[in-house]
Structures are given as structure tokens and as C-alpha cells.
């Protein structure tokens, strides 16, 4: 049985910041919550992104609760289709957004200095085999990431490499593709649209890429830089 003696309470700095919110966010849009709860949410995008705490997603676009759907996962990826009886949160996930929900776009928003990015881009060298050999679950879900990493031109430098593996989200924007040509749910009325923030703890610049040739995983065009 489990002890629950060995549950901590909620740090007292966690609660203190409660309190703070329930007086003032809270507080100043009481109307607004409570329209939330009865009405149900109907956010206006669904936003796949890394658990990595310097990507701040609702501090980025201004967003108030209700607005986006969000899924956070290692390195944003979005995994192979497969039917079959294992848990697949991230699907899940998008599952919801589309069918239920309704979702008009799908965002897969990656960052700069991503660390799941990184560590995969070593392993799948050769530079570091040894990485992930006390892994249960990060060596498999990053190997998501290999088609790109595969593809990526072997006369680059690795500083470009590396670069590269992190804005192409191919690998996640094929997946999409997939799920949409063969489950029975459709993406086709969602907008997928690849963001990548660069410079997490520098600049903060946005940069829009849009995925036009799913069907070749290395597909990525860069439409737009908004500084
Ligand atoms: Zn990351």
C-alpha cells in the first residue's frame, strides 16, 4: 500500500504565489473564469512544445487561460502514428484537439539550446553511445528524431548540424501528416504551422516555418522572421 507519510506538502513559496493569484488574476477577471468553467474551453490553437522551463509559451503570445491547448513533451516531438494498445499521450492529445475540440491550428513550437535536441544529435553521432544507458525512456522517444537527423547534409558544419536538427521539426510535421492520412481523425481543417523560438535566453526571436512538402521529410521552407 502507499505511505502517504511520504507526501510532501506544497512548498510554501508555491502557496504564497497562490494566494497572490487568487487576489489579483483572479480577483480582476472573476467573469471571465467563471464563463470558462460554464461554457467549457474552445481555445483558439493547440501549441506542442518542450517541457523546457525557459519556453514560456503563454508569456510569449499574451494569453489569458482558455486560449490554447497545450501539449508539452522532450524536444516537442510529435511520435509515428501506431494503433495499438500502449499509451500514446502526445496523440492522445492531438486526438482531442481535433476531433473534439475542433482546433483551427496546430503549432509545434521548438526553441533554441533545445537539451533533448542536443543530447539525441550526440547519441545518434556516435560521439556519445553511452548517453541514454540509464534511460528507460528518453533514448526511445528521441529516436523520433533520427529521420531528421539523417537527412541532415553531411558537409555542414556541426554547429550548423546541430542547428539544423533543431529548427527541423520534419520528423513532428510528417508525423502530423501521417496521422491525418491514415487515422480516422483529420487534420486536414487545422493549420499546422512549425515556430521556433531562437535564443531562449537572448534575442527572442520568432521564427515561422511552414512545412509545404510533408510527404519529403527534409520539406521545410522558412515563410517568415518576425524579430
Ligand atoms: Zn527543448
Not at 501506431?82 to 481535433?98: F, N, P
Not at 541514454?132 to 539523417?150: G, H, M, Q, T
Not at 509545404?212 to 522558412?222: A, F, Q, R, S, V
Request: glycine share 6%; net charge positive; proline share 4%.
Amino acid at each position: 500500500m502507499f505511505n502517504l507519510s511520504l507526501l510532501k506538502p506544497l512548498p510554501e513559496y508555491l502557496v504564497q504565489r497562490y494566494y497572490g493569484w487568487k487576489a489579483t488574476t483572479f480577483a480582476n477577471n472573476k467573469s471571465w473564469y467563471h464563463k470558462l468553467a460554464e461554457d467549457g474551453q474552445h481555445p483558439r490553437a493547440m501549441i506542442i512544445s518542450c517541457c523546457d522551463s525557459r519556453v514560456h509559451v503563454t508569456s510569449i503570445f499574451g494569453s489569458d487561460a482558455g486560449e490554447f491547448f497545450i501539449h508539452r513533451n522532450i524536444a516537442n516531438l510529435v511520435p509515428p502514428f501506431k494503433e495499438d494498445q500502449d499509451y500514446h499521450g502526445t496523440s492522445a492529445a492531438i486526438e482531442y484537439a481535433v476531433k473534439t475540440l475542433k482546433i483551427p491550428h496546430i503549432i509545434v513550437l521548438g526553441h533554441s539550446t533545445c537539451g533533448g535536441v542536443h543530447s539525441s544529435f550526440e547519441y545518434f553521432s556516435g560521439n556519445n553511445p553511452n548517453l541514454y544507458k540509464d534511460s528507460n525512456f528518453v533514448a526511445s522517444w528521441l529516436e523520433i528524431l533520427r529521420p531528421s537527423f539523417e537527412k541532415i547534409p553531411s558537409n555542414l558544419s556541426k554547429n550548423e548540424k546541430l542547428k539544423s536538427l533543431e529548427k527541423k521539426y520534419s520528423s513532428s510535421g510528417f508525423n502530423l501528416y501521417r496521422i491525418n492520412k491514415v487515422s480516422m481523425f483529420r487534420l486536414a481543417d487545422a493549420n499546422l504551422v512549425s515556430g521556433y523560438i531562437k535564443g531562449v535566453n537572448g534575442y527572442g526571436k520568432l521564427k515561422v516555418i511552414m512545412e509545404n512538402d510533408l510527404e519529403n521529410t527534409y520539406g521545410i521552407k522558412e515563410i517568415s522572421l518576425v524579430n
